[in-house]
C-alpha cells in the first residue's frame, strides 16, 4: 500500500511539473518578438502602400511591441537588393518581406531557410524561373501577386479606343515580369486583329528617346506594371501629354502620373494579405512551401480625370475617379 501511495505521489509531482513547463512555453510563444526585414525595390505610392499594409497587418495581430521591421530601399539596383537581402540573412531575422520581384530574386538567392514572402510580383514562376507552375514553391517561399487581368486590360483600350490603328508597348527589359505582361497583352491584341510595337527600355536613360518615339508612332500606349517607368512618370508625361498620346496604365500609381485609364487593384490590401500569410507562418506553424501564391481579390476601372480633361477623353460611367 506504501509503495502505491509513493508512486501516486511522484506522479503526481511529474505532472505538475509538466504543467509548470507548458504554462512557461505558453507564456514564452505569447511574448515572443519577431524582426522581420523588408526590401522594396524603389520608393513608389503602389509599392510604399504594400510595405504599409503588411506591416499593419502584423502589428495588428501580435501587437505594436511584438515585431519590429527593417525596412530598406534598393533604389532600383538589383546589386542593392543582395546586398540588403544577404543582411538580413547574416542578421538572421524572422521573416523576409520582399517587395517586387528584384528583392523577391535577391532574397531566394541569400536564403533557402528563412521563409520569404513576395508582394507587388506579377509572376512568380518568371521572376523563379519555374517550370511546370502549380501555384505554390515547394521551397521556402510564397506571397502575393498585383497581376491584375490583362485581357481585361486590352479590353479597356478596346473600349476607350476602338479606332486605334497602332498600340505601342512600353516596358523595361530588365525587369521579366514587364516582359510576360507584355507577351500576354499582345496576345489579347493579336486576337482582336490590332497592330502594335513593343519598344523596350534597358533602364531610366533610355526613357525619354523611347517614349518619345513610341508617342510618334502609335495612336494609344500600353505600360504594365513596371518599377522603372513606375519611377519616371513625371519624364512620360511630358512626352505623352503635348503630343496627344494616351496611355493605359497597368496600376494606379503609373495612371495617377501619366496614365488616362486603368485595372486598378489595392496595393494596400495586397500587402495586408501578405501580412496575414506571414502571421500564419510565424505563429500558427503553416508550412510557407505548400502556401499558394495569393491574387487580388478585386479589380476597379479607374481613370485620370485630369489627363482625360486635357487629352478631350470621355470615360463611362462605370469607371471610377482617381482620388
Request: some cysteine; proline content about 3%; charged content about 15%.
Amino acid at each position: 500500500m506504501k509503495k502505491r501511495i509513493v508512486s501516486l505521489l511522484i506522479v503526481m509531482a511529474l505532472g505538475l511539473i509538466a504543467l509548470s513547463g507548458c504554462g512557461e512555453g505558453a507564456a514564452d510563444s505569447a511574448n515572443k518578438t519577431y524582426t522581420i526585414g523588408v526590401c522594396q525595390i524603389v520608393e513608389h505610392p503602389a509599392l510604399d502602400a504594400a510595405t504599409q499594409g503588411f506591416k499593419d497587418a502584423l502589428t495588428a495581430k501580435l501587437g505594436e511591441g511584438n515585431v519590429t521591421f527593417d525596412v530598406q530601399s534598393a533604389q532600383g539596383e538589383q546589386a542593392t537588393a543582395a546586398t540588403i537581402c544577404n543582411g538580413f540573412v547574416a542578421a538572421d531575422v524572422d521573416l523576409i518581406l520582399a517587395n517586387a520581384t528584384a528583392p523577391l530574386q535577391a532574397a531566394a538567392a541569400a536564403t533557402t531557410t528563412i521563409p520569404i514572402l513576395g508582394t507587388s510580383v506579377t509572376d512568380y514562376a518568371t521572376a523563379l524561373e519555374f517550370e511546370g507552375w502549380t501555384g505554390k514553391t515547394g521551397r521556402n517561399i510564397s506571397g502575393t501577386s498585383d497581376l491584375a487581368p490583362i485581357d481585361s486590360q486590352e479590353a479597356m483600350l478596346k473600349e476607350l479606343f476602338p479606332d486605334a490603328s497602332q498600340v505601342g508597348l512600353l516596358y523595361c527589359t530588365a525587369e521579366p515580369n514587364s516582359a510576360y505582361q507584355i507577351d500576354l497583352f499582345s496576345a489579347a491584341l493579336d486576337k482582336d486583329g490590332i497592330a502594335y510595337k513593343a519598344y523596350g527600355i534597358a533602364d531610366s536613360n533610355e526613357i525619354q528617346s523611347v517614349v518619345t518615339t513610341a508617342a510618334s508612332e502609335c495612336d494609344v500606349l500600353y505600360i504594365p506594371t513596371d518599377n522603372t517607368l513606375a519611377n519616371a512618370t513625371e519624364t512620360i508625361y511630358n512626352i505623352v501629354v503635348p503630343a496627344g498620346v494616351p496611355v493605359i496604365a497597368g496600376e494606379e500609381g503609373i495612371c495617377s502620373g501619366c496614365g488616362v485609364a486603368t485595372l486598378s487593384i489595392s496595393y494596400y490590401d495586397l500587402g495586408y494579405t501578405t501580412g496575414e500569410m506571414a502571421y500564419e507562418i510565424l505563429v500558427n506553424g503553416k508550412d510557407i512551401s505548400s502556401l499558394d501564391v495569393q491574387y487580388a481579390p478585386n479589380v476597379t476601372k479607374k481613370y485620370n480625370a485630369d489627363i482625360c480633361g486635357k487629352l478631350g477623353i470621355t470615360v463611362p460611367d462605370t469607371y471610377e475617379v482617381i482620388e
